[in-house]
């Protein structure tokens, strides 16, 4: 490629930009530091709520600069709002008593705010992850009538996963994805990583033969097809690794530097 041209390089966050002990690596920084000296940019993509992603935009980049996150329903630039993709509030109202019913701990994502009516284990776990605590509120279908980007739901996986399958059957306008197998991701329908990063893409006036992008999981899968060069890493999932055009060592072993210098972009 030529380097005298600028690229985007979208990273996913967990199980890509991040080790399996949830820190950057010395490589990882290093080659991205590289890459914005050279002019590219650089943007993150996760399922995580923004506030998350922009703490590691600052770790990795000294400042905060286009992310995606909510897997592609909230794109920001430092504070200022780019797209939002939002979920009907009857089905966000709806997803809150199945999941009282279901008895799973239900969380939402309402562009920086983090909502939960209590802190069980399953979200007591996931503010060790994303870095921060929740706000807890007494009633959440009080927020359903607000801008819910994503609704999470922990519990048993025999409860997500029948959760999941009547989100949908629904047909409330929304699409639901298991990230693990205790965690359900609800968000509206058509909202996805890849349409995130088109649209970055377009904004930045980048045309999609020089759009990068690197994952790991199921919801990555879509951008690494549409990317103009996707990478899988080592650790990725089977059918990541087929779409993409590189496959690279995994998180633990340098995979991002690596794939880079295999690409030409750092030395």
């Given at each position: 490629?030529?380097d005298?041209?600028?690229?985007?390089f979208?990273?996913?966050?967990?199980?890509?930009l991040?080790?399996?002990g949830?820190?950057i690596l010395p490589?990882?920084?290093?080659?991205?530091?590289?890459?914005?000296r050279?002019?590219?940019?650089?943007?993150?993509?996760?399922a995580?709520?923004?506030?998350s992603?922009?703490q590691?935009?600052q770790q990795?980049?000294g400042t905060?600069?286009?992310?995606?996150?909510?897997?592609?329903a909230?794109?920001t630039?430092e504070?200022?709002?780019?797209l939002?993709r939002?979920?009907?509030?009857?089905?966000?109202?709806a997803?809150i008593?199945?999941?009282?019913?279901?008895?799973?701990e239900?969380n939402?994502?309402?562009?920086?705010?983090w909502?939960?009516?209590?802190?069980?284990p399953g979200?007591?776990a996931?503010?060790?992850?994303?870095?921060f605590?929740?706000?807890?509120?007494a009633?959440l279908?009080?927020?359903?009538?607000q801008?819910?980007h994503?609704v999470l739901?922990?519990?048993?996986?025999d409860k997500v996963?029948?959760l999941?399958?009547?989100?949908?059957?629904?047909?409330m306008g929304?699409d639901?994805?298991?990230?693990?197998?205790?965690?359900?991701?609800?968000?509206?329908?058509?909202?996805?990583?890849?349409g995130?990063?088109?649209f970055?893409a377009?904004?930045?006036?980048?045309p999609?033969?020089?759009l990068?992008?690197f994952?790991?999981?199921e919801?990555?899968l879509?951008?690494?097809e549409a990317?103009?060069?996707g990478v899988?890493?080592?650790n990725?999932m089977e059918a990541v690794?087929?779409?993409?055009?590189?496959?690279?060592?995994s998180?633990?072993e340098?995979?991002?530097?690596?794939?880079?210098?295999?690409l030409?972009?750092?030395?």
């Amino acid at each position: 490629m030529d380097d005298n041209l600028s690229s985007l390089f979208v990273f996913d966050v967990d199980g890509t930009l991040l080790d399996s002990g949830l820190r950057i690596l010395p490589s990882t920084r290093a080659c991205v530091q590289q890459l914005l000296r050279a002019g590219h940019r650089i943007a993150l993509a996760s399922a995580r709520p923004p506030r998350s992603v922009m703490q590691l935009s600052q770790q990795l980049l000294g400042t905060v600069t286009e992310i995606i996150s909510l897997n592609g329903a909230f794109v920001t630039h430092e504070r200022e709002v780019l797209l939002e993709r939002t979920i009907p509030a009857m089905a966000v109202t709806a997803l809150i008593r199945k999941g009282r019913e279901f008895g799973i701990e239900t969380n939402l994502l309402a562009g920086w705010e983090w909502l939960v009516e209590e802190r069980g284990p399953g979200v007591e776990a996931e503010t060790g992850i994303v870095g921060f605590e929740p706000t807890v509120v007494a009633d959440l279908e009080r927020w359903s009538g607000q801008s819910v980007h994503k609704v999470l739901l922990i519990g048993e996986h025999d409860k997500v996963a029948a959760l999941r399958e009547w989100a949908l059957k629904s047909a409330m306008g929304i699409d639901a994805s298991l990230s693990k197998e205790t965690y359900c991701e609800v968000v509206a329908d058509g909202t996805s990583k890849a349409g995130a990063v088109l649209f970055l893409a377009e904004k930045l006036a980048i045309p999609r033969e020089r759009l990068i992008t690197f994952g790991d999981g199921e919801n990555d899968l879509p951008m690494i097809e549409a990317a103009g060069v996707g990478v899988a890493m080592g650790n990725a999932m089977e059918a990541v690794k087929v779409a993409a055009g590189v496959v690279t060592e995994s998180n633990d072993e340098d995979g991002i530097a690596n794939a880079l210098r295999r690409l030409g972009f750092i030395e």
